[in-house]
């Protein structure tokens, strides 16, 4: 199976650039948000200790949308990573 865009047929790839500068424009209009919500997250560690990542799991899941929710996943596991 070939993954090169120029084998598939135009509106295919056409329906795949939509979708990346939909993804790119939320990702670059709510990165300093999802920054902030992991800060906010991540600040939790201490005080909820083991049951922080439940927690965190739990808030996760009521963010919308999911590529959002995503964003913050990512920041936070950043931020855990760093601070071993």
Known sequence: MSFNLANRPLPERAALEDEKSRLFDLWQSNL????????????????????WSEWVRSELDTMSPPE?????????????????
């Not at 995503?70 to 990573?81: F, H, I, K, T, Y």
């Open 68 to 84: 959002y929710a995503n964003m913050v996943r990512s920041e936070v596991n950043r931020l855990v990573a760093t601070s071993k």
């Open 32 to 51: 300093g948000k999802a920054k902030s919500d992991a800060a906010r997250l991540f600040g939790e560690r201490s005080k909820r200790k083991g049951k």
